[in-house]
């Protein structure tokens, strides 16, 4: 690698910016190519009636680590802030404390002995180092074995349902042991903290394009690459619908289905093309209400109501310091399951009435605003033995293709795709 090598950049959310990031600070000069009219990817902000805000929620935990060195390193540790959260259960109409340890015990609508056998698995989850194991077990049966029938239908399986649909079975146990560690693991004293950034993912998302910008690299927005042609010695021809570049090195970010589509339109071999199209995602649309009344005063409220597809919801402005209500109400489900070609306002009025069920007290005049967000590729389907089912990295020489799945088991999230994405440069450019 010449230190006047042209390297390319496809996805300018977390994890390309990452990448650029780290080849200006070893002295290179990349180009972004985002298909957006934004940077951030999931992490992107929007001009929500006059409040800058994220389409999608995020958040971070106490092990964070990836995230934590680069905000010290650009200069924002100053404002990652920290607050003790809390958790609802919305269950068969009624609102209950959920996430503590006395929560759990006060549970009445499963036996004393689910609720032992629920805090007995939580805590064995935190004790797991290799995770190996259970990437060849489907979760559903593995929480079925720690809680049983009774303790899996009640506490798991609409979040299963509402998410996965006919996938739900064959989840694999990894990854949901994952996300269980991740938050547990983001406590103190039993109580759950989550961190953000003062202003949210926007401030890192400015500060990460200014230093590439500064340091001789190039951002293009509004690029999609419709055609990747790989060269023989090392790199490819990438093509956008305005231009054509040829580069040395060429390293994706963008979802790997997104891949597959390019390289067939490149006439690349279907055994290639094809190790990319098999993987499955479940897509979005996140509705974000404004209301000038609060709904609970947690920070997540899981869902298990047979009238609403929704797993849960997210109140943003109990864990940031926004001047307005904010609440997330997620709606999943595969990318070709019928409900994903509904109108936004359907899901704006599914959400309100979700809303108002589990905070009866709210009224119409109480709604401020909603947007809805979609996006296909929210969320990767991994299954039992996904390990194995993941492409090469390196298809061609000098081309490199990664996304959230790479870092299996751990869940899609910015502290991941940044420490990933920084690794792979000095594993590309030999640095140890």
Known sequence: M???????????????????????????KPVIFEADNRL???????????LEIERYYHFHCLNDKGFFRIIDEIGLKDQLNWKKTKMGFYYQGRLYKWGSLLS??????????????????????????????????????????WLGEEGYEKLWKKLFDYKFYQFSNHISAAWIWSRI??????????????????????????????IIKEKGGEIKISSPIINIKPLKKSGAFIKTPTDE?????????????????????????NLITNSYKKLNYVACACVILKTKKKVTNNFWTNINDSRFSIPGIIEMSNLRNLPENITYIPFYMPQNHPDYLRDDESFKEDAWKCIKAINPNLKNKDLISSHCSRYKYAQPICEKNFKDKLPDQEPFNGIFTVDTTVYYPEDRGISESIDFGRNLVKKIIKIK
Request: aromatic share 12%; proline share 2%.
């Open 181 to 210: 560690n991740r938050l547990g693991k983001s406590r103190k004293k039993l109580k759950e903290n989550l961190g953000f950034l003062q202003n949210g993912s926007i401030q890192l998302i400015n500060e990460m394009s200014k």
């Open 40 to 50: 951030g990817g999931m992490a992107s902000c929007f001009d929500f009636e006059g």
């Open 245 to 269: 570049y040829r580069f040395d090195l060429v390293i994706s970010t963008i979802p790997l289905p997104l891949v597959g589509e390019i390289f067939s339109k490149s006439n690349i071999n």
């Open 104 to 145: 759990v015990i006060m549970f009445s609508k499963v036996s004393f002995f689910t609720r032992l056998r629920y805090l007995f698995h939580a805590a064995r989850c935190l004790t797991i180092k290799d995770w190996n194991h259970l990437d060849n077990v489907e979760a559903v049966n593995w929480l079925r074995k």
């Open 2 to 28: 010449r230190k006047n090598s042209k390297i390319a950049v496809i996805g300018g959310g977390p994890m390309g910016m990452a990448v650029a990031y780290e080849l200006t600070l070893k002295g290179y």
